[in-house]
């Protein structure tokens, strides 16, 4: 019997690394083991298992077979273990328990919905085992489960069969890291993570998360914003792609909810939901508009997002290397709205017209300039967020038109814009997998 008593601190020393759990290492030496064990003295249609005490070391194998019951036959379809096909014989041990676990999770899911099929399986003796025998080992067995049968102790593997072993422990690692990875940053998706800047690539950023890559297309960094290998940043996480063999996180930081994710990490009224975050409209790099609202009378929404004496804004502001933020009060009064929006310009009167979805606005005339912005991106961001179409006008001359100062929502680079996903990933997909071999 083998005895593994002196590798117990090296599983421990591989799980603290590689930040695994120590159960997921064991699990990956016994499938290796296992492995050997069947590489060694076993047959390819078996399904070998092996079983480590994980406090005294000790090893052992079993055969598992599936319990089977006569009606779950089909007639005339017994498999002779002696005469199987080559292409069958080289299935893998890991898609022959698959297929029974299939079938027996198809069989199961019939029976809880009361559909009356009976599933049928094709005998194979290297795999299944009639209830009967099975009884006759353990009287408690059921149809559907797996039984154990002890197998004679091995202590010698060949080379051929240790090089099988490292290869499965191998895998099962890489399989048990990207599972961890997968859950981890599944629940991630739309929220704020650190990590370092490791590559730049043709304008497309590769940031080190510890665990996995974090890809930021060119396409989702701020205009103008320089970045440097090594410097620690913060970014908005869009999605994780899973289709390559390391998980790639895609990451954004001008996206509009990068700063929302932004003010609720640094207010707290908002993490507890006293401050809510009612519209967002960004041009990133340039400016950003936020509405708010509180569901509390005694707290200020704009008072408690920029601080006292602005310390909670300047945080932000110094995230995003100066980009311009106008944290306004929201309000149900779409004329309200629209003049709190038009900021800093100070609106003098505003109308609704409503069968048109538009207000217009009246402002003195040297505020004009001040509310439609430098190529009118004021009054754009204004209707972005509002989601009303906006009429500038003088209050001198309230007929007269003025240019640019006339504009409608605009539906593209809204808050819940996400990355095209073809034209960011597809473009980067050479680079990204040149990385992932240098890893």
Partial sequence: MLDLRNINPLIKQIAEEKDLPTEKVFEALENALAAAYKKEYGNKNQIIKCKINPETGEVQFFRAFWVVDKDNLKEDEVVDKDNLKEDEEEQPDKSAEQKSEKFFEQAENAEEEGKGEKLLVRFNPERHILLEEAQKTNPQIKVGEEILIPLEEKMDFSRIAAQTAKQVILQKLKEIEREIIINEFKEKEGKII????????????????????????????????????????????????????????????????????????????????????????????????????????????????????????????????????????????????????????????????????????????????????????????????????????????????????????????NEEEIINEKSEVNETNKEENDFEQSQ
């Fill in 194 to 413: 650190s990590g370092t800047i490791q590559r730049i690539d043709r304008g497309n950023i590769y940031i080190d998360l510890r665990k996995t890559i974090g890809l930021m297309p060119v396409s989702e960094g701020i205009p103008g914003e320089h970045y440097r290998i090594g410097e620690r940043k913060k970014f908005y996480i869009l999605k994780l792609d899973e289709r390559r063999s390391i998980p790639t996180v895609l990451l954004s930081r001008s996206h509009p909810k990068f700063v929302s994710k932004l003010f609720e990490s640094e207010v707290p009224e908002i993490a507890n939901g006293i401050v809510e975050i009612k519209a967002i409209a960004r041009e990133p790099g340039s400016r950003t508009k936020i509405a708010v609202a509180s569901n509390n009378e005694n707290v200020d929404p704009v008072g408690a997002c920029v601080g006292q004496k602005g310390t909670r804004i300047a945080v932000i502001l110094d995230e995003l290397k100066g980009e311009k933020i106008d944290v306004i009060p929201y309000s149900e009064e779409p004329a309200k709205y629209v003049s709190y929006a038009l900021g800093p310009a100070k609106v003098e009167e505003a109308e609704v017209i409503s069968d048109k979805r538009e207000v217009r606005v009246f402002l003195q005339p040297d505020q004009l300039s001040l509310a439609i912005g430098k190529n009118g991106q004021n009054v754009r961001l204004a209707a972005k967020l509002t989601g009303w179409r906006i009429d500038i006008r003088s209050i001198l001359n309230p007929t007269e038109k003025i240019e640019n100062g006339e504009i409608g929502p605009e539906q593209e680079g």
